[in-house]
């Protein structure tokens, strides 16, 4: 990367490092994710529902007709690492969507922000019932 774009990076408060021995990573592949058959519905999120947002994914579940256990988190730049492409329902929240991607999907805002947020919660549901 030229001196100049690096100096770019830094002023942006972006860190830089340069691989000392690039030809280390030769033939590397990333692991891939083998879901298990019961999955069937896959949340890409940066962020992991916890507490109170867990607590909204799991009534997102109910109105699937799902269980916790159907379910899988995974984070956005893991989506590459599935071995096959997954046909169940895939939300996205707080992330693009691959333009691709084909199937049931979801798209909204983080789930921490479509708790307490009437118009949000609404525009979920109407995905889910679009689908129904």
Same mark, same amino acid.
């Given at each position: 990367? *030229?001196?100049? =774009?690096?100096?770019? #990076?830094? !002023?942006?408060?972006?860190?830089?490092?340069? +691989?000392?021995?690039?030809?280390? &990573?030769?033939?590397?592949?990333?692991?891939?994710?083998?879901?298990?058959?019961?999955?069937?519905?896959?949340?890409?999120?940066?962020?992991? *529902?916890?507490? =109170?947002?867990?607590? #909204?994914? !799991?009534?997102?579940?109910?109105?699937?007709? +799902?269980?916790?256990?159907?379910? &899988?988190?995974?984070?956005?730049?893991?989506?590459?690492?599935?071995?096959?492409?997954?046909?169940?329902?895939?939300?996205?929240?707080?992330?693009?969507?691959?333009?691709?991607?084909?199937?049931?999907?979801?798209?909204?805002?983080?789930?921490? +922000?479509?708790?307490?947020?009437?118009?949000?919660?609404?525009?979920?549901?109407?995905?889910?019932?679009?689908?129904?």
């Amino acid at each position: 990367m *030229p001196q100049h =774009e690096i100096q770019y #990076l830094q !002023e942006m408060g972006i860190q830089c490092y340069e +691989l000392t021995h690039p030809e280390r &990573l030769q033939g590397y592949q990333s692991p891939t994710l083998v879901l298990q058959a019961s999955c069937q519905l896959l949340l890409i999120s940066p962020q992991c *529902p916890k507490k =109170e947002t867990a607590l #909204l994914f !799991e009534r997102v579940l109910k109105s699937l007709k +799902l269980e916790l256990n159907q379910s &899988l988190h995974i984070y956005p730049e893991q989506l590459d690492q599935l071995s096959e492409p997954f046909t169940g329902w895939v939300w996205f929240a707080g992330c693009d969507v691959p333009i691709d991607y084909e199937g049931k999907v979801l798209t909204t805002p983080l789930i921490h +922000l479509i708790d307490g947020n009437n118009e949000l919660r609404r525009a979920l549901w109407q995905q889910i019932c679009s689908y129904q």
